[in-house]
Nanobody, 122 residues
Framework: QVQLVESGGGLVQAGGSLRLSCAAS????????MSWFRQAPGKEREFVAR????????SYAESVKGRFTISRDNAKNTVYLQMNTLKPEDTAVYYC???????????????WGQGTQVTVSS
């Protein structure tokens, strides 16, 4: 089992920044690829960013590329999502997820946090 707890969400104006954190406990953190997903009201959960267990590989959704950065600190069992130049359309509940597959599909991830709300005002 892997337990995940997100933090760092909040209300920010368009153009602002936030950094989300996801603290993991349980099994060996570096064994898992970590991803961030988000879900806006009335929309499906969508992939945002992912990072491999070692941190070597990363990828992003086109909608956030160049604005968001995913990173991890395996010594602290934590993954981060730095979000810059935020837009109102980034408003959603953000979830971190852990899995053993290198995938952008939400159903490939076995472990999920409870989510943290990000609201971007125009």
């Amino acid at each position: 089992q892997v337990q995940l707890v997100e933090s760092g969400g909040g209300l920010v104006q368009a153009g602002g920044s936030l950094r989300l954190s996801c603290a993991a406990s349980g099994r060996t953190f570096s064994n898992y690829a970590m991803s961030w997903f988000r879900q806006a009201p009335g929309k499906e959960r969508e992939f945002v960013a992912r990072i491999s267990g070692s941190g070597t590989f990363r990828s992003y959704a086109e909608s956030v590329k160049g604005r968001f950065t995913i990173s991890r600190d395996n010594a602290k069992n934590t993954v981060y999502l730095q979000m810059n130049t935020l837009k109102p359309e980034d408003t959603a509940v953000y979830y971190c997820a852990a899995g053993t597959a290198w995938s952008t599909g939400w159903n490939e991830y076995a472990y999920w946090g409870q989510g943290t709300q990000v609201t971007v005002s125009s």
